[in-house]
């Protein structure tokens, strides 16, 4: 069966005793309850060995946001999957729209990425999404598709199981707009449909798809009830330990 998850996706915030302190209340938070899901951050590099000796990994995941897509070498300024792994780290987000779009990532580098990081034992949280003019065009059905096939599609199905995936609609990033329960609902059948006609019913069925754009305490419950989505990649308010938890407490 799949996983519901709520995972926090930092982006460049929090200098390191900040981001310590705030791993330490998301830990500290989670002995209080019963969580009805696996609950990861994912946080910046400079932070992740740090907050590794700080967290009880049985209770909370630790990811990176990026990695690098060759394994190692003259690449001034990039950190490979074995780097990331050799934090402590288990998880690393890939294909980040913020990534694709001031980065220049395309599903070519996603590819490589995505292939170090499974040969690292880090589990990606892969995202895909539309942006607002593609949305309004009808084509946010295809756009995921073609994302999907592009950089994912080469993998086994042994491999493609260990992924999750996160359906994040560009125009609902960190703008307050959330898409509708029902719209998450509707992509995030499409995309495991996709993913049926490749891998087939049980690998589609077993994939986590996490909703990710504006998602708070106040819209998580409705999104979660949806019988397509798996969880939440959360921005804004992943950065304040009670708003994390009144999201992670919406299963
Ligand atoms: P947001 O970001 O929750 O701030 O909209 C989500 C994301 O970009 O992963």
Not at 62 to 80: F, I, K, Q, R, W
Request: aromatic content about 8%; charged content about 25%; proline content about 3%.
């Amino acid at each position: 069966m799949r996983k519901n998850i709520v995972a926090g996706n930092w982006k460049m915030n929090t200098t390191l005793p900040e981001g310590l302190q705030l791993a330490k209340e998301v830990n500290d938070a989670l002995k209080g309850v019963d969580a009805k899901c696996d609950v990861i951050i994912c946080v910046p590099f400079t932070h992740l060995a740090s907050i590794n000796g700080v967290i009880d990994k049985n209770r909370l995941g630790l990811g990176a946001e990026n990695c690098a897509d060759h394994v190692s070498g003259a690449y001034t300024g990039e950190v490979s999957a074995p780097m990331v792994a050799s934090t402590g780290a288990t998880y690393v987000i890939l294909g980040h729209s913020e990534r694709r779009q001031y980065y220049g990532e395309t599903s070519e580098t996603l590819k490589e990425k995505v292939k170090l990081a499974l040969a690292n034992g880090l589990t990606p949280i892969f995202c895909i999404g539309e942006v607002l003019e593609e949305r309004e065009a009808g084509k946010h059905f295809e756009v995921v598709k073609t994302q999907i096939e592009d950089a994912l599609f080469d993998l086994s199905a042994e491999d493609f199981s260990k992924l999750i995936l996160a359906y994040e609609p560009v125009w609902a990033i960190g703008t307050g707009k959330t898409a509708t329960d029902d719209q998450a609902q509707e992509i995030h059948a499409y995309i495991r449909s996709v993913i049926e006609g490749k891998y087939g019913k049980e690998v589609a069925e077993n994939t986590s798809i996490l909703y990710g754009g504006s998602c708070k305490p106040s819209n998580a419950k409705a999104l979660f009830a949806k019988p397509d989505v798996d969880g939440g990649l959360i921005g804004g308010a992943a950065l304040k330990a009670d708003s994390f938890m009144g999201i992670v407490e919406a299963f």
